[in-house]
């Protein structure tokens, strides 16, 4: 009796694991099927932006050269909707590179190249990059502190694309008469690592959309009408930027009340 229950037992365990082993099997295989999937749409998305990119460039090039008279002088109407090719290509050119970034640290392929360098001075650089755009909405962009701060140790374009990305939002997010700021500090916790914080006075994130927005096409408002637009990428980015840090990024606000972005990387890692 006992030998009889014992072998149906068996039987039975031994047909559970050859069910198990083929369910396993064909799991393996949609996993393949998705990733292979994966692959192609990255490099689909790498070779359009890239493609993109190129008439893109020369449209620009040429209305540059409309607008700054050097095929014959414009008047005022025909220069300003020339500028306004300008720009407006610049804004898709802009998106189109967003999405490059993106797509190639979706391919693993974002490293980093440190060099000492001072925050300050790179934080002065893109507030300068950003000033025009800044002024035309009356908006102020200050660096409050950060003079006696050390140099870090760290990837400078990255930090630039980071400090871009914040810049940038702050700038879109907040209306017109408002101020952006810069504050930098060493961390309260451990001196080694430098907090940098991007603040404004726009219009704020509700909490339950802290996390949301540092995720890849998040964006709070996502409507066809929403009034600023964007490829929804910059803070995915900017997160990746810093994680490859060993950093963290994160976001303080409260729906109207402004907002403060901050992020945290080591002053300077063991150098390798
Ligand atoms: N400074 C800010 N103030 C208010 N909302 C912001 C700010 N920065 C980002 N956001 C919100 O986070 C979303 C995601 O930002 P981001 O990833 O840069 O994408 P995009 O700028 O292309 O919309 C934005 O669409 C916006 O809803
Ligand atoms: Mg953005």
């Known amino acids: 009796m006992t030998t009889m229950s014992h072998k149906v037992d068996h039987a039975d365990t031994a ?4 069910s198990l082993e083929l369910q396993a099997k064909e799991a393996q295989t949609t996993i393949e099927e998705l990733n292979a999937r994966d692959a192609l749409k990255t490099q ?11 008439p893109l460039a020369a449209i620009i090039t040429h209305a540059e050269v409309l607008r700054d ?5 414009l008047n005022e109407k025909q220069r300003e909707s020339v500028t306004g090719i300008v720009s407006g290509g610049q804004q898709l050119l802009d998106m189109i590179d967003e999405i490059l970034t993106y797509v190639r640290g979706a391919g693993d392929q974002l490293t980093l190249t440190r060099t000492e360098f001072s925050m300050i001075e790179l934080v002065d650089q ?3 990059l950003n000033q025009a755009l800044a002024a ?7 660096r409050l502190n950060g003079d006696d701060l050390p140099p870090v140790y760290a990837d400078r374009d990255k930090l630039k694309h980071v400090l871009g990305n914040l810049i940038g939002n702050a700038i879109k997010f907040t209306p017109e008469g408002g101020r952006i700021w810069i504050r930098m500090s060493r961390y309260a916790q451990d001196a080694d690592q430098l907090v940098v914080e991007v603040g404004d006075t726009g219009r704020g994130i509700a909490a339950e959309n802290h996390e949301l927005v540092f995720q890849e096409f998040a964006q709070v408002d996502a409507s066809p009408s929403r009034p600023h637009h964007g490829t929804g990428l910059g803070l995915a980015i900017a997160r990746k930027l810093v ?3 060993e950093g963290t990024i994160w976001v303080e606000s409260e729906l109207g009340k402004g907002s403060r972005f901050f992020f945290r990387i080591p002053l300077n890692p063991a150098r390798g």
């Open 44 to 54: 689909f998305l790498s070779n359009i932006s890239h493609d993109l990119r190129t």
């Open 15 to 18: 047909q559970r694991l050859k």
């Open 69 to 73: 008279g050097m095929l014959g002088d």
């Open 126 to 128: 893109v507030r300068m």
């Open 136 to 142: 035309k909405k009356k908006l102020t962009i200050e």
């Open 243 to 245: 994680e490859l840090h």
